[in-house]
């Protein structure tokens, strides 16, 4: 299972390692990284596999949560079919 994570807010030092240090911590794989400065907005969207995550959804949202509101950003995991379900036409 694969998830699109997105991160926007005020750019600060270390924002692409703290979130990759949460995906390697709950066994996340990140396939393809995108990342932008736009003015002084850090905007980020990762591609990552789930399907050797140790944790259920719920916790990795949550831990997810938490590191966002660490960072003062906002960051969205959702899941690829979802993902896929919203941009379709």
Do not use: P
């Amino acid at each position: 299972m694969k998830a699109v994570i997105t991160v926007v807010g005020k750019d600060t030092v270390g924002v692409i390692a703290k979130v990759s240090a949460v995906c390697a911590e709950l066994n996340i794989n990140v396939e393809d990284v995108t990342q932008s400065i736009m003015q002084d907005m850090f905007c980020m969207i990762m591609l990552v596999n789930l399907s050797r995550c140790t944790q259920d959804m719920d916790t990795v949202r949550a831990r997810f949560a938490a590191i966002a509101e660490e960072m003062g950003m906002e960051l969205h995991i959702t899941r690829e079919e979802v993902f896929d379900a919203m941009h379709h036409i």
